[in-house]
């Protein structure tokens, strides 16, 4: 397969980033992964990180390529729900830590996706937007019913409230799962968090990648998302993948990743050890 992926994640102005993002490839098969741990709820980055570190590996322990992919990402996300509720009583006292999610797999030139509240895939195709998940949220119910208008939307009190999630015990996440999609040349996958679609519109998104080399747009978008809505920005996460076509040639994948740095990987560890005094 040919193609090209990018990801980035900034902290805005918090304190702690409880997003997380992870990519892998194996045996002509990729997956994204991106996960925006809930901030009401105590705990949101333990919860991003558990759901992001199982899913990964349990797609690098699977036999590839998936047989039913569409089954394959319920599973994937229905056995990180259990890590995330292992993940939170492994603290003391115990926590709820919640997140929402998005997850794609790759393969035979096509995509498949999956996703739990509001953090969102778009595709873009031919330099436009093509489509985009629906977010499970009360604001987004609210708008099917004909309550709010799309420009009520932007400044509802409402508008962050997600109506399902990963981690919470009492209602086991329901995944809303795509059906197969073709990928066509040139075609751009993008996964990211509120963070990320809350100050950016959708052309925003499709000017910064069709006008950049992707990795210069990824870091754009983060930048100008964190940028228009400071000082209220919240973190920002974003991962893409540009398809180029299904020719499996060696070493043909070109990936430009923004790796996390040593204060990331601090940070973690600060985040879980704050995470299991109770903080």
Not at 164 to 187: A, F, N, W
Request: a negative charge; one cysteine or more; glycine letters at 8%.
């Amino acid at each position: 397969m040919k193609y090209q992926i990018a990801k980035t994640t900034r902290l805005g102005n918090r304190v702690v980033n409880e997003d997380r993002i992870g990519v892998a490839e194996k045996d002509h098969t990729v997956l994204l992964v991106m996960a925006d741990g809930m901030g009401g709820y105590r705990g949101g980055q333990i919860a991003s990180k558990a759901m992001v570190n199982r899913m990964l590996r349990q797609f690098k322990r699977s036999k590839l390529p998936v047989a039913d992919p569409a089954s394959y990402l319920k599973d994937l996300i229905a056995d990180a729900h259990l890590a995330v509720l292992r993940a939170g009583n492994e603290q003391y006292p115990p926590i709820e830590p919640r997140t929402t999610c998005v997850v794609c797999l790759v393969q035979d030139g096509a995509a498949w996706w999956a996703h739990v509240g509001d953090s969102r895939l778009y595709l873009f195709r031919g330099g436009k937007p093509f489509l985009r998940t629906t977010d499970h949220s009360k604001i987004e119910e609210m708008r099917r019913k004909g309550k709010v208008s799309e420009e009520e939307m932007e400044n509802h009190p409402q508008k962050h409230l997600v109506t399902r999630c990963v981690g919470y015990q009492k209602h086991p996440p329901i995944p809303t799962v795509s059906e197969k999609m073709p990928l066509e040349k040139y075609d751009m996958l993008l996964l990211c968090s509120d963070g990320l679609w809350g100050p950016l519109s959708e052309e925003n998104m499709a000017d910064a990648l069709t006008q950049n080399p992707l990795a210069e747009a990824v870091e754009r978008l983060a930048y100008q998302a964190e940028f228009r809505s400071y000082p209220e920005a919240d973190n920002i996460s974003v991962i893409t993948l540009r398809w180029i076509s299904n020719e499996i040639e060696e070493g043909v994948e070109e990936q430009q990743v923004k790796e996390p740095d040593v204060l990331e990987q601090t940070l973690d560890a600060l985040d879980n050890a704050m995470g299991k005094l109770g903080g």
